[in-house]
């Protein structure tokens, strides 16, 4: 597919957040030039808001009008970068003004929205005003989408990013600190803490957040339930014997829940060449075969699992071999990527007009300057036949003082675009 | 030793424009003066700013076709970037709001550039330059550009210090037959009359016509519609001066006779006292010649001044009062009385915060407000004497944004 200019817009918090900034890592790797609207730069701001101690009214309407000028901001992005999609993370701060804005103007959007459909339903407002829907979960939630007049949905699944999510050599400090015989990684759902109390008196450490008030739990709490990072999640994955992956419940009378999509620790923990044991999955068998995941349907299965693979380091690596193959094989950002911009080609005819693109290369260029401007697109991550109009937005993107080249393929693109205008 | 580095990527008359902050920067301790400017200028700024460092780059249209400007632009261009990146400047005054300007201003860290900055690829613009725009509303009461780009500089050099006082240098009179925008110039049968008035008054001995290539004819014109005695000293060098050649001329003039043009700059820098007629989008408090000695005949009809793309919807009347033949008996006797309606004519004078022009026929309407305006902006730079009149709440309203007092000015306007 050729080059396209892609504004990935982040969620101002959350769980979508990483999987954006995974997707626009994806999709430079793909050699598309994705532009990042970092909405969490504002949140402090919005939350400041609530500290006021003012009427509900007048808090509510402030944090609308906030959330206004966030919309407007992304618009104001749109229009300098004019991107050929908007891909929009579950919760980006969009508001319907804006997207319809957007679609007046014949931007097309996209939203990945990667929740339970069940659990976040402000999708029912929000859907129809994308122009390409993609979802992780099936069934019905295709047919109410529809009824509300999103005809573009697309199953799209979790997935990971190879060059984060991946086997790392660890320091003995780091094993120390990350490792333990079993671990969980996430945040402390209703059916997750009643099915760890049965594991406490085990070489396993909790991590995450929204652990508080459960006694029980507490002596096995890393960092005192603080947040962990996406590169310290890496970390335990790697240190760990058993990876715990039980998918969240907000009720705890099922623990194992047999619900439909697979979580995004699925795949992170395949790719990162660790070995997981996780709860089925409806949809798991799509993604995954028997033997590239070991799973469990009750926590008892669960116990006697965790004795059974403690036991076999063998098995678990053939286990972790097979998934992580898989997932490289199968399961990435870059082929989600891939995916949802071949399903949005096909059904948007005529999508994505090309700009009037223009060539970086003269005829006559000195092969110093070819060398030095491949390796500068080397640098970005740019293919050698990038449009000079996307190396101008890339050399754009980059921090702080820009070298003596950057600077003149800006000062060029700009004097071109003045004396175009003259003439 | 301390680099200072001037971007100055417009024009003739913007460069000549540029001295009162180039001065500034020169007499400040252990300085080094660097001017970034396009190339086609580069050898009038040798002859006008000697001690100024100059990076000449290719700015502006070259005339060659876009590839092989695209390549000049990768590679001389780039190497001039080089050397600059390479240059730890105190401050780096970048003036002009323009495109390539922004860019320009990537090889330098944004704390250090004045003007229009580059800040992680956002254009920035500074708090002065972001008044100026608003001014702009109302340009009557403008101020000079030489003030605006000199109070850059908090410690900019006294007005007086900029120019010398024009004199007469006994080399006859220069007409300069149009700028660079058509309707700011007197239409060559009138702009043959006016000289022919004033070389009579002055008894010049001899007329050259200044222009570039397209003025050829205009000169040709103009000569023909002079009477026979003054044709016979007229020469037309339209097209025969080269920079230097031109800075020769004006040099040795005992008046230019011109619209606003970089000619007319120049010759106020070299002190050389110029005639200017001043209609159309001209406005002299803005762009008017800088130093004493120095006369202004300004249109006043209150269309003025206007926007130069724009078509005239008022047929060009602020042309009359030039055309109406009661000027010429008022060129040679100076007697407010004679001046025609429609115009104002001034003589240059200075005061606190720069160049400002006393009319001494016509009236100047606009006087009081622009009075306060000047006090309003030299208390804002901090060189006023406490002095409040209650039409600078209006000014304030209008020039000053939240913004300017309740966040952090990027790029800042340091006080030295």
């Not at chain 1, 101690?53 to 959330?67: A, I």
């Not at chain 1, 947040?227 to 760990?240: G, H, L, Q, S, Y």
């Not at chain 2, 780059?57 to 990146?85: P, Y």
């Not at chain 2, 200017?276 to 269309?303: K, N, R």
Request: proline letters at 5%.
């Amino acid at each position: 597919m050729e080059t396209l200019r892609i504004l990935v817009v982040l969620p101002l918090y959350g769980g979508s957040l990483p999987i954006g900034r995974y997707v626009a890592s994806a999709l430079r790797q793909e050699g598309h030039l994705a532009e990042v609207f970092e909405a969490p730069d504002f949140y402090p701001s919005y939350t400041a808001l609530n500290d006021l101690k003012v009427t509900t009214d007048r808090l509510d309407y402030l944090q609308n009008s906030f959330l206004n000028v966030v919309s407007q901001a992304i618009l104001a992005k749109v229009e300098t970068f004019e991107p050929d999609l908007v891909l929009s993370m579950a919760q980006a701060p969009l508001n319907p003004q804006a997207l319809k804005r957007l679609r007046r103007d014949g931007v097309a959007t996209a939203m990945w929205f990667v929740e339970d459909h069940d659990l976040f339903t402000y999708w029912k407002s929000f859907a129809p005003l994308y122009d390409v829907f993609a979802v992780i979960q099936k069934g019905q939630f295709f047919e109410y989408l529809a009824a509300i007049g999103q005809e573009n949905t697309l199953y799209l699944p979790l997935a990971a990013q190879p060059d984060f999510h991946r086997p790392l050599e660890l320091s003995q400090v780091e094993r120390r600190k990350f490792g333990s015989e079993v671990s969980f990684m996430g945040a402390g759902y209703p059916n997750r803490r009643k099915a760890f109390h049965e594991l406490v008196n085990l070489d396993f450490k909790l991590w995450g957040t929204e652990w508080e008030g459960d006694h029980v739990l507490e002596p096995i709490l890393q960092l005192k339930g603080a947040r962990v990072t996406p590169e310290e999640c890496v970390k335990i994955f790697n240190a760990t014997a058993i990876n715990l992956n039980l998918h969240s419940s907000i009720q705890a009378d099922e623990l194992v829940t047999f619900g439909d999509f697979v979580n995004p620790r699925t795949f992170e923990l395949a790719a990162c060449g660790a070995f997981q044991l996780v709860d089925k999955r409806t949809l798991m068998g799509e993604a995954f075969d028997e033997d590239e995941l070991a799973t469990f349907s009750s926590i008892e299965e669960l116990i006697e699992k965790i004795k059974h693979f403690s036991l076999r380091p063998e098995e678990r690596q053939a286990f972790a071999d097979r998934a992580r193959a898989r997932v490289l094989k199968d399961h990435t950002y870059a082929q989600r990527m891939r995916t949802l911009l071949e399903f949005t080609a096909e059904r948007m005819p005529g999508w994505s007009k090309r700009r009037d693109d223009s060539t970086v290369f003269g005829q006559d260029y000195p092969a110093e300057l070819q060398a030095d401007i491949h390796a500068l697109q080397a640098r970005l991550g740019l293919p050698e036949n990038v449009a000079f109009e996307d190396l101008v937005w890339a050399v754009r993107q980059q921090r702080g003082r820009l070298d003596e080249l950057d600077t003149s393929i800006l000062f060029l693109d700009e004097w071109r675009k003045l004396y175009k205008k003259q003439s | 030793m301390k680099n200072y580095l001037v971007i100055q990527l417009a024009r003739f008359g913007d460069l000549i424009q540029t001295k009162r902050l180039l001065k500034t920067l020169a007499a400040r301790p252990e300085a080094t003066v660097h001017l970034c400017l396009d190339a086609s200028l580069a050898p009038l700024a040798r002859l006008v700013y000697p001690d100024v460092i100059l990076h000449p780059i290719t700015a502006h249209g070259t005339g060659q076709d876009s590839n092989e400007t695209a390549l000049r632009m990768l590679l001389d261009n780039r190497r001039t970037f080089a050397t600059l990146a390479a240059i730890d400047f105190e401050t780096v005054f970048n003036l002009n709001f323009s495109g390539l300007n922004f860019r320009l201003a990537a090889l330098f860290a944004p704390e250090r550039v004045e003007g229009y900055a580059w800040n992680n690829g956002q254009e920035i613009t500074g708090q002065w330059p972001a008044m100026a725009m608003r001014w702009s509303g109302f340009r009557r009461l403008g101020i000079n550009l030489v003030d605006f780009w000199g109070a850059y500089c908090p410690d900019m050099l006294p007005a007086p210090m900029v120019n010398p006082k024009a004199t007469p240098k006994g080399g006859g009179m220069g007409v300069v037959l149009a700028g660079r925008e058509s309707r700011r110039s007197l239409p060559a049968p009138l702009l043959a009359q006016i000289t022919a008035t004033l070389a009579g008054a002055r008894n010049a001995q001899s007329i050259t016509l200044l222009g570039g290539q397209a003025e050829r004819a205009a000169g040709q014109a103009v000569t023909k519609e002079l009477p026979a005695n003054l044709q016979s000293v007229t020469e037309n060098m339209a097209e025969r001066t080269d920079w230097q050649r031109l800075v020769e001329v004006i040099d040795g003039l005992d008046l230019l006779i011109t619209p606003d043009t970089g000619t007319m700059h120049l010759a106020a820098h070299l002190g050389t006292p110029v005639a200017a007629f001043f209609l159309s989008s001209a406005w002299c408090f803005e762009t008017g010649p800088y130093g004493l000695g120095h006369t202004v005949y300004q249109g006043v009809t209150d269309c003025l001044p206007c926007l130069e793309t724009a078509p005239c919807r008022e047929n060009v009347r602020c042309l009359n009062g030039f055309a109406d033949p009661g000027f010429r008996r008022f060129l040679v006797t100076g007697k407010a009385g004679h001046a025609p309606e429609g115009l104002l004519a001034l003589r240059s004078a200075f005061d606190d915060l720069g160049q400002t022009y006393e009319p001494f026929a016509g009236t100047d309407e606009d006087a009081p407000k622009r009075g306060v305006l000047r006090n309003f902006l030299l208390h804002h730079l901090g060189g006023a004497e406490p002095r409040f009149d209650r039409l600078e709440q209006f000014f304030a309203g209008q020039l000053y944004r939240e913004k300017d007092w309740m966040t952090a000015e990027k790029p800042s306007r340091k006080q030295e």
